[in-house]
C-alpha cells in the first residue's frame, strides 16, 4: 500500500513540472526557428544586382550591411551575429519567386531590403504560404500595406504619398496644371500612375498625356514623341533611373522645357550620375531624411557605419533606407530576447507605440504595416548634388539659370 502511495506521488510530482512555467522554459529554448542558432540570425535578400536596377539592389545591401556590421562589431544582438544571405533576381519576378523560396529552403529567419514592386508583389504569397516575415521592402505599393499582408513590414512611405507630394508641389507653389505621365509597364509603374490619377482628380484635373515603356529597357522614344505634342508644364516618370536618365537627356536635346519629376524608387545616385550636366532641376521625391544631412542623429550613424563598412562608397538615399531597414531588424531581434521567434516581430512592432531609430520615427498598429509616412522633397543642383526643396520657385530659378548657361 505504502509503495503504491509512494509511486502515486511521484506521478503527481512529475505532471505538477510538466504543467510549471519551469517546464514551459525549458520547452520555449527547444524551440528551432529557421535562420537563428546560439551563435547568430541569418536574413536572406532578394534584389537586382544585374540589369537596369542594379544599382538599387546594390545599395540596398550594402545599407544592411553596414547596420549589421556597426552592431557585429559591439558583440552583435545578445551575443549573435547578424548576417544576410543576397540572391541576384535582376528585379524580374519569376527570379524573386525562385530566389525566396531558395532562402526559404536554405533557412532564413526573415526576408530583408527586397527591391522593387512587381518583384515583391510575386514574392509575397510564397513568404505568406511559409509564415516568413518581409521585412523593409524597397517599394511603395499600396498592395503591399493592406493589412491583410500578414507577413509584411513596410519601413518608408507610399506612392501615394510620394505621387500627392508632387501633384500638391506642383499645383499650389506653380499653379500647373498641365502635366503629363511616364511610367514603366509593370505593377511599379501603374502603382505610380493610379497615385497621381488619384492626386490629380482630387484637384480635378486629368493628365495631359500618358507614355509607358517595357520594364528593364530604356525604349521611352516614342513615349517622348507623344508626351512632348502635349506641351505639358511637367512630366511625372515613374521608372528606375537608367530609362528616366535617358528620357530626360532626349527630352532636354529636343528642346523640351518641362519640369521633371520622378520618385524615391529611381535610385538618386544613380539618377545624378547619369544625367550629369543635364540633371539640374530634376526633382526626386525621398522617403528618408538627408544621408548627408544632420536632421536627425541616424545620419551621422549612417555614414560612419557606411564608411567602416566600405569607406569607397558614397552615401545616398537608398543606402540610408538600407541601413534603416537594417536597423529595424537589430531593433525587433533585441527586444525579442534571447527566445528569438518570427512571431516576435509582429509583437514587438504592432504595439502603437513609438519607435525611434536614432531620431527615425517609425509607428506600427495592429491594423498598420507602415512605419513611417514621411517624404522629402529633393532636386539635383548645377553641382550634381541633391539640395532640399522647400518651394519649386527656387527649381524654376534652376532650370532658368541651365537654359542661360
Not at 499653379?175 to 490629380?200: E, H, M, P
Amino acid at each position: 500500500m505504502r509503495r503504491f502511495s509512494l509511486g502515486k506521488a511521484f506521478a503527481l510530482l512529475f505532471a505538477a513540472i510538466l504543467s510549471s512555467a519551469v517546464f514551459g522554459e525549458i520547452k520555449e529554448s527547444l524551440i528551432v526557428t529557421p535562420g537563428v542558432s546560439s551563435e547568430r540570425i541569418l536574413f536572406g535578400q532578394s534584389a537586382a544586382f544585374n540589369g537596369p536596377a542594379s544599382e538599387l539592389g546594390k545599395s540596398m545591401k550594402a545599407g544592411i550591411l553596414a547596420a549589421f556590421k556597426e552592431v557585429n562589431d559591439k558583440g552583435g544582438v545578445n551575443g549573435r551575429r547578424l548576417e544576410l544571405r543576397s540572391l541576384d533576381d535582376a528585379y524580374e519576378p519569376e527570379a524573386a519567386v525562385t530566389n525566396t523560396q531558395q532562402l526559404i529552403d536554405e533557412g532564413v529567419f526573415a526576408l530583408i531590403g527586397a527591391v522593387g514592386t512587381p518583384t515583391s508583389q510575386s514574392a509575397v504569397p510564397v513568404t505568406e504560404v511559409n509564415s516568413v516575415p518581409y521585412m523593409a521592402p524597397m517599394t511603395g505599393a499600396e498592395y503591399l500595406r493592406d493589412h491583410a499582408r500578414h507577413t509584411v513590414i513596410n519601413l518608408r512611405a507610399s506612392y501615394y504619398q510620394e505621387t500627392e507630394e508632387m501633384i500638391e508641389r506642383l499645383t499650389v507653389d506653380l499653379g500647373f496644371d498641365r502635366i503629363a505621365i511616364l511610367y514603366q509597364d509593370d505593377s511599379f509603374g501603374r502603382a505610380g500612375l493610379q497615385g497621381v490619377l488619384l492626386a490629380l482628380e482630387r484637384r480635378k484635373l486629368s493628365p495631359t498625356g500618358t507614355g509607358v515603356f517595357p520594364r528593364n529597357t530604356v525604349a521611352v522614344k516614342t513615349a517622348l514623341l507623344d508626351l512632348r505634342a502635349t506641351k505639358p508644364q511637367a512630366v511625372i516618370i515613374v521608372g528606375p533611373y537608367k530609362p528616366t536618365a535617358t528620357f530626360i537627356k532626349w527630352a532636354r536635346r529636343l528642346g523640351m522645357d518641362s519640369i521633371f519629376m520622378t520618385l524615391s524608387f529611381v535610385g538618386s545616385n544613380a539618377l545624378a550620375r547619369e544625367l550629369g550636366s543635364q540633371g539640374t532641376g530634376v526633382l526626386v521625391t525621398q522617403v528618408v531624411p538627408f544621408p548627408t544631412g544632420n536632421l536627425i542623429n541616424a545620419s551621422a550613424s549612417y555614414r560612419d557605419a557606411l564608411k567602416i563598412y566600405d569607406p569607397d562608397l558614397e552615401p545616398g538615399f537608398i543606402s540610408f533606407e538600407g541601413y534603416l531597414a537594417g536597423r529595424l531588424a537589430i531593433h525587433v531581434v533585441q527586444h525579442c530576447g534571447q527566445q528569438v521567434v518570427r512571431s516576435c516581430i509582429d509583437e514587438v512592432l504592432r504595439t502603437g507605440d513609438s519607435i525611434s531609430l536614432d531620431g527615425f520615427m517609425l509607428q506600427y498598429g495592429e491594423a498598420d504595416n507602415q512605419g513611417s509616412d514621411r517624404v522629402f522633397l529633393t532636386a539635383i543642383a548645377p553641382d550634381g548634388q541633391y539640395t532640399p526643396v522647400e518651394t519649386l520657385t527656387s527649381v524654376t530659378t534652376m532650370a532658368e539659370d541651365r537654359h542661360s548657361q
